[in-house]
């Protein structure tokens, strides 16, 4: 079944510090994975789009990494801002349907 | 270039009524895909949609919900005899190739 499984739930970090969230899928067959930022009352905006072929790719102090064995994604946030505090939405494309399958996201909350 | 547009951003209505929502896609996108979302809930694939065509719709209720992208004009999400249970935020996003999304604001529809 295409599935795609956030965590954690929601993160609670300190201004400054590092956090990495997870995503785990089971889509196939896999065009590409997305992350997006959704802050509070707003629509999904992209960070970062990854084919099969790619490792890691970054936006600013947004990271993604993708391991296409293990079927698992991660983003990591470096030097947190006031402003990270928002949902971090996991999107896998199946390369058949070319469907979108979302995440349930991690809701990451940065304080002071 | 103006980002996707979606109006109303608040839309309230009672059981029973019609609900109209809008999405005037980016300039030059002519692929437009309508989510809905859930409280705490990850968001859903509705519709996608291109000019004057529907592609699929297998994320559509099989009743009351209707999409249309017209020649001319937005991308409407269309709700008959609305019940407590569509109250959501509906995003529209869409894309000038099936490839990176853009999403609008999103619309939050209220049933009283």
């Known amino acids: 079944k295409n599935q795609v499984e956030q965590s954690p739930q929601s993160l609670i970090i300190l201004e400054g510090k590092n956090c990495t969230l997870q995503?785990?899928?089971?889509?196939?067959?896999?065009?590409?994975l997305r992350w997006y930022k959704q802050d509070t009352g707003r629509g999904p905006v992209s960070l970062t789009i990854?084919?099969?072929?790619?490792n890691t790719k970054s936006n600013g102090r947004y990271t993604a990494t993708l391991d296409a064995d293990t079927k698992q994604s991660s983003l990591h946030i470096t030097a947190s801002q006031l402003s990270d505090s928002a949902s971090y939405i996991c999107v896998v494309s199946n390369s058949n349907t070319g469907k979108l399958i979302f995440g349930q996201g991690t809701t990451l909350q940065v304080k002071p | 270039n103006a980002g996707v547009m979606q109006n109303p951003r608040h839309l309230v209505r009672r059981r029973g009524q019609e609900a109209r929502l809008r999405c005037s896609p980016m300039k030059g996108h002519s692929h437009v895909y309508w989510y809905r979302q859930l409280p705490e809930e990850g968001l859903k694939f509705m519709v996608y949609l291109q000019k004057e065509n529907i592609i699929d719709e297998s994320g559509m209720p099989k009743e009351r919900f209707s999409a249309e992208f017209p020649k001319e004009g937005p991308s409407i999400l269309r709700i008959q005899q609305v019940v407590r249970g569509d109250s959501a935020a509906y995003f529209c996003?869409?894309?000038?190739?099936?490839?990176?999304?853009?999403f609008g604001s999103g619309t939050q529809l209220s049933v009283l």
């Open positions: 990854m084919t099969f072929s790619e």
């Open positions: 996003a869409s894309s000038p190739n099936q490839g990176r999304l853009f």
């Open positions: 995503c785990n899928y089971t889509v196939s067959p896999f065009s590409n």
